[in-house]
């Protein structure tokens, strides 16, 4: 092939989007087949050469749900609400471990996708939302356990449980939210990777998981409500063991939150997106 030969082969440039809300979210269905094969493939790493395999899936929140059981129903005597507190803490446990395991995967996504992302063009926003879905594998085989515990303690669903994929879709955008903020802050200071596990352990102390919102005073339930989470956590009781109802004004203010996080997530990811290759 000669010089003239070569001139004449189109050329396909690839530019970043301009202009503040030309995200070009659409072409996140065209790449929907990466998506599962980040996820699939996640999954597989996940359990590879592990003795139980997916059984981490249920001993993790297990466990957690036996030292939240002893240490703040027996001992510290904090109240549930009239539920048993194994099922009420378990219930809060599902959607939390969810989340934390999201965002922590969604965080430092890209870091750990760095090898992908230098050499293959593709929508940069696949990968947080792939590390985002992984964990909800994990959500629902442990899933399984809490439908055992409410069998042992005589609790019927509600049908309030058709209400239960909103809140799954607003714990999966809470965390996909923060991280499309912290994943590019993640390619620029390695900090994040250790400010993450920090992060979670206070936002959990934050959220209704081992104590109910009852305990908060009513004045100041507005406030704690711009925590995404607790819409979530009183919605799963809600839905699935008939807790008082939190209310349009707690999910209201909560949706609003990450509607608000997730917006200005996507627009400061974009702008960084074309960024990412050259400071990995």
């Given at each position: 092939?000669?010089?003239?030969?070569?001139?004449?082969?189109?050329?396909l440039v690839i530019q970043p989007q301009r202009g503040l809300?030309?995200?070009?979210?659409?072409?996140?269905?065209?790449?929907?087949?990466?998506?599962?094969?980040?996820?699939w493939r996640d999954v597989k790493?996940?359990?590879?050469?592990?003795?139980?395999?997916?059984?981490?899936?249920?001993?993790?929140?297990l466990t957690t749900m036996i030292i939240f059981t002893v240490v703040f129903g027996k001992l510290a005597k904090i109240p549930s609400d009239g539920l048993p507190y194994p099922v009420f803490a378990y219930t809060a446990l599902?959607?939390?471990?969810?989340?934390?395991?999201?965002?922590?995967?969604?965080?430092?996504?890209?870091?750990?996708?760095?090898?992908?992302?230098?050499?293959?063009?593709?929508?940069?926003?696949?990968?947080p939302l792939a590390a985002a879905t992984t964990p909800a594998v994990d959500f629902a085989v442990s899933f399984t356990i809490l439908l055992g515990l409410m069998a042992y303690y005589g609790i019927t669903p509600t049908l309030y449980l058709i209400y239960l994929?909103?809140?799954?879709?607003?714990?999966?955008?809470?965390?996909?939210?923060?991280?499309?903020?912290?994943?590019?802050?993640?390619?620029?200071?390695?900090?994040?990777?250790?400010?993450?596990?920090?992060?979670?352990?206070?936002?959990?102390?934050?959220?209704?998981?081992?104590?109910p919102v009852s305990l908060v005073p009513e004045q100041w339930r507005w406030a704690y409500s711009l925590n995404p989470m607790v819409g979530v956590i009183e919605g799963f009781r809600w839905a699935l063991l008939g807790k008082e109802n939190p209310g349009i004004a707690v999910i209201g203010v909560s949706a609003s939150m990450?509607?608000?996080?997730?917006?200005?997530?996507?627009?400061?990811?974009?702008?960084?997106e074309n960024t990412f290759a050259d400071k990995m």
């Open positions: 092939m000669g010089i003239e030969d070569r001139e004449t082969i189109p050329k809300l030309q995200l070009d979210l659409a072409s996140l269905w065209q790449y929907r087949e990466l998506i599962y094969f980040l996820v790493v996940r359990y590879k050469q592990t003795l139980i395999g997916v059984a981490w899936a249920i001993i993790q929140p599902l959607p939390w471990n969810y989340f934390s395991s999201a965002l922590m995967r969604s965080g430092t996504s890209l870091v750990g996708n760095s090898g992908l992302i230098t050499k293959v063009y593709f929508p940069r926003l696949v990968v994929p909103f809140f799954m879709l607003l714990a999966l955008l809470t965390a996909l939210s923060v991280g499309l903020w912290l994943s590019p802050l993640h390619i620029m200071f390695r900090d994040v990777g250790y400010l993450l596990p920090f992060l979670t352990q206070i936002w959990m102390y934050a959220s209704p998981v081992v104590y990450v509607l608000i996080i997730f917006i200005g997530g996507v627009i400061f990811f974009k702008r960084m």
